[in-house]
């Protein structure tokens, strides 16, 4: 794990949000979703 950032997006008044991960590299990813009082952290496997 190198620990950079790939990318980032900020969502304004969105319920829902598509995110194109079809520029990075096959690999393991943690995706932080922030907002108000709200984090949660997902891992995402990206196989191709």
Known sequence: M???K???EQMV???K???RF????VGLY???VV???YVETIKL???R
Do not use: L
């Not at 079809?22 to 590299?25: E, L």
């Open 45 to 47: 496997i990206k196989t």
């Open 22 to 25: 079809s520029d990075i590299p």
């Open 35 to 37: 907002a108000d009082n």
């Open 30 to 32: 943690f995706v932080r």
């Open 6 to 8: 790939v990318m980032t």
């Open 2 to 4: 190198s620990g950079e």
């Open 13 to 15: 008044g969105e319920k």
């Open 17 to 19: 949000h598509e995110f």
